[in-house]
């Protein structure tokens, strides 16, 4: 997975090659596959397709909100010629996004929760500068993702 590679945090570059044909059989990934494939990149290592159904959520929200305020002054003013219609649709428009709005707040916490129980630590120590390596049974790993202080070793 390339996020995972960005997740390290070390120095990357370009790599440039001229790809050569295949020289037998064919590929067995189908655009079903690779369509999947780039899904799970972008949700695995991204929060943003749940902030998306949060504002989508706000955003239905308030146009339920803004319908039902047109159709109260419509109604008002010239009268009702379809009982009931208006009146579904407002609740349907806002409640639902009202709903899409609560599941994109949860799905961001549980989000929150996911990142913290994958315990991958907080740094990657490059190098050690006057600091002994710690007792190797214990590992860096282990110090690193309990320390949340937040002091970069040098």
């Known amino acids: 997975m390339k996020g995972l590679f960005a997740w390290v945090g070390f120095p990357t570059t370009c790599v440039y090659f001229e790809r050569c044909a295949r020289v037998a059989g064919s590929t067995k990934w189908n655009?079903?596959?690779?369509?999947?494939?780039?899904?799970?990149?972008i949700t695995s290592f991204s929060t943003v397709p749940l902030k998306?159904?949060?504002y989508l959520g706000f955003l239905a929200a308030s146009f339920g909100f803004l319908y039902a305020t047109f159709l109260v002054v419509r109604t008002l003013l010239f009268g009702d010629p379809v009982k009931g219609y208006?009146?579904?649709m407002t609740a349907v428009l806002f409640f639902g996004g009202v709903q899409l709005l609560f599941i994109g707040v949860i799905g961001e916490y549980i989000a929150r929760i996911h990142d913290e129980v994958k315990g991958r630590p907080i740094y990657v120590v490059e190098?050690?500068?006057?600091?002994?390596?710690?007792?190797?049974?214990?590992?860096w790993g282990a110090?690193?993702?309990s320390s949340s202080t937040g002091i970069r070793m040098e």
């Not at 655009?31 to 990149?41: I, Q």
């Not at 190098?127 to 590992?139: A, E, T």
């Open 143 to 145: 110090i690193l993702s």
């Open 86 to 88: 208006p009146s579904l």
């Open 127 to 139: 190098s050690l500068r006057g600091i002994q390596p710690p007792d190797v049974q214990m590992g």
């Open 52 to 54: 998306i159904a949060s």
């Open 31 to 41: 655009y079903w596959r690779l369509w999947n494939f780039a899904l799970e990149g």
